[in-house]
Structures are given as C-alpha cells and as structure tokens.
C-alpha cells in the first residue's frame, strides 16, 4: 500500500510516500481501516511518539470504510461501515491507504460530510469536548476565552462552547477571521495583533488556548482568582505532566493551570458527529492533497494565516 513516510531527523524531517509498505492484518479484537481521508494536524511531525516508531507513518485522525475485524471482534461494526477515527497520540499510522484502529478511536461518520470533511474532525472535536466539558467543566453562561480561535481547535471550541455549553466566548484570532468567527457563535473577538490586547479582558472564567507562547503567557492576567489556564497548544516545558510550574504561577497563584493530551473516546464521537449532522457544529473547511503531495501538504499545515484543515485524500470522492 502506499503510505507517507517521515524519514530524516526530529529537526530536519523528510515526508516521503512509500508505495511499498505491506497492508497490516487486524489481530485480536484490531479493526483494519481503508483510508479514504487522512488528516494533518500542525506540528504533527514534532511529537515525540512519531519518532519512537521504527517506520515513521504520521497521522492520527482518518475517515474511511471498516476492511476487516480481527478474529477476536465482538462488538458492532460491521465490514463496510463508513466510520472517523482518531487513533490514539502512540500509534498514528493514520495517513496511509490500510491502518489498524481500536474498538475505542471510531464511530460512525457524520452521515452529510464527505471522508475529506470527516477526516478533519475527530481531533479537533475530542480535544474540544474533553477541555469543555472534562477538564473545566464548562457552565452555562461562563466567560471563556479561546486563543486561535481561528484553527481546527479553535473554531470547534467556539461552537460547542457558544452553542452547546451556553458560554460567553471571547475569541482571540487576526481580524480578517473576525466575522466568521462571529457567525459560529463568539460574542467578543479580539485582535492578537493589537498591543496589550490582554489588557482589555478581565474576568475570565476559564482560558481555552491552542498556541502555546507567547499568546498562552498573555492569557493569565485575563482570568479571575480561582478560574483555569488549559492548554493543547506547544506547552512549554513546565507545563508538561510532572516536569515543573510555569513561572505565570508566582503571580497568579489562585488559577488552575493544565496541559493535556486529547484522548479517543468512541461515546464522543458519536455525540459530537450528530452536533455535525444536526447542523450545530459547522464542518471544518478543507484543503486537499494527493498522497504524492504529501510532503507540500504537511509544508501547507504548518502556514500561518490559513484556513481550514488540509487533508490528503487517498481515495477521492466521486461527484
Ligand atoms: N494537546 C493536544 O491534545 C492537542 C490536540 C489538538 C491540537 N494540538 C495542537 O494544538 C495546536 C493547534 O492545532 P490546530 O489543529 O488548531 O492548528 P491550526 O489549525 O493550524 O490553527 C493554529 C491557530 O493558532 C494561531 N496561531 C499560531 N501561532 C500564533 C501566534 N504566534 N499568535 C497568535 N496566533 C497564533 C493561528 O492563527 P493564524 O491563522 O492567524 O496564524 C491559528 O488560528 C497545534 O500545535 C496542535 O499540534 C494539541
């Protein structure tokens, strides 16, 4: 099968397709994937997991039909099911034409999107659906402000937290994304542009960010004596489980601090694919890839300014 391939080093990678690489088996209870669309999530190639695997294959988020069940399969899929996934941060392998998923990284897709559109969804919603919901606990009528609220994340996280959890969203991005991100639910947008915008917010119950410094370090002087910083985002070193405290603490030492890895969850799939389906939650736009552009569409990923999810499609969508 052809699959994309990151040779070279952590600092100087090289995307690649191999054509070569064997279709794996499913073994045990193991669910073997055709890939119609697979994802790129920005500064995928830097996580650490991708450069512990002997063979580099990236990708953590596809959509695509079930192939086969391994002997051991015992719940409801069935081969053929038209199903997203998010395979778990350790494993990837995901943007490939075969790849192994667990019973816990899939639901059925979004019935109205394409593979292409599904294929950008399943991090982005679990990420924003385990900060909301699991982490801080979002409720009804609190003050969130989300940072990149213009990204993949970011735009999910303005939606579910505006039309789902009934927050107050306060939404950071450059100002050409101003009226869209309106549109999808923020009651406050605000420049990152403009000096000392952090200034101009107090009060916040709960800080959603995805950038990671320097944006993440302005944030903490917005958030009320007891709220939360989380972040996804690149956390610097502190933030990092058990590695240490960030410096911000010092002068806020009142607000919770947190940096988390999204996990698959099946049951949040399927909750947030019907928010998709009943039109709550407005698909992520998408820019798509032949497998052999492969190396220009993680280039592409990495952009500032753009917009949308970019997506190398590896079997395309009939008309
Ligand atoms: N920990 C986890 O579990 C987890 C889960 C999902 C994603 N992530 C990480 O979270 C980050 C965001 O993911 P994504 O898919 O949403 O990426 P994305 O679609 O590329 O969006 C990134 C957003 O960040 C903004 N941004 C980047 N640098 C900035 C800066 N210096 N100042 C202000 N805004 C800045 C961009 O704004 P402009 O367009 O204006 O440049 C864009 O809106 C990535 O690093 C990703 O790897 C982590």
Known sequence: MKAVEVLGTKTNPEVTLNPAIPIPCPKKAEILIKVHAAAV?????????????PVRIPGHDVSGEIAALGPDYKGDFKVGDEVYCMIH??????????????????????KLLSHAQASALPIPLLTGW????????????????VTGANGAVGVILVQMLSRVAGAE????????????????????????NTPNWEN??????????TVGDPILAKTWKTVKSHGHVITVGPAPAAWEYGKGRPI?????????????I???????????????????????????????????AHKSASVR????KVVIEFVPEKN
Not at 170 to 189: D, F, M, T
Not at 248 to 260: C, I, R, T
Not at 305 to 308: A, L
Request: proline share 4%; aromatic share 10%.
């Open 169 to 192: 969203v306060i939404a950071v991005a450059s100002p050409q994304n101003h009226e869209a991100l309106k549109e999808l639910g923020a009651h406050q947008v605000v420049d990152y």
């Open 200 to 209: 101009s917010i107090k009060d916040v119950d709960v800080v959603i960010d």
């Open 130 to 145: 385990e900060a909301i919901f699991e982490r801080a606990q979002v409720q009804k009528g609190w003050k969130v402000l």
């Open 248 to 260: 911000e603490v010092d002068e806020f030492p009142n607000v919770k601090w947190l940096f988390f």
């Open 305 to 308: 300014g753009r917009k949308g």
């Open 89 to 110: 941060t350790f494993r990837g392998l995901g943007q490939a034409e075969y790849v192994i998923v667990e019973g816990e990284e899939l639901a059925k897709k979004p």
């Open 262 to 296: 999204v996990s698959p969850k099946r049951e949040t799939l399927e909750k947030t694919a019907q928010l998709v389906d009943y039109g709550t939650i407005k698909p992520i736009d998408v820019e798509l890839f032949s497998p052999d552009k492969a190396a220009q």
């Open 41 to 53: 999530t920005r500064d995928e190639l830097t996580w650490e997991e991708l450069w512990l695997r």
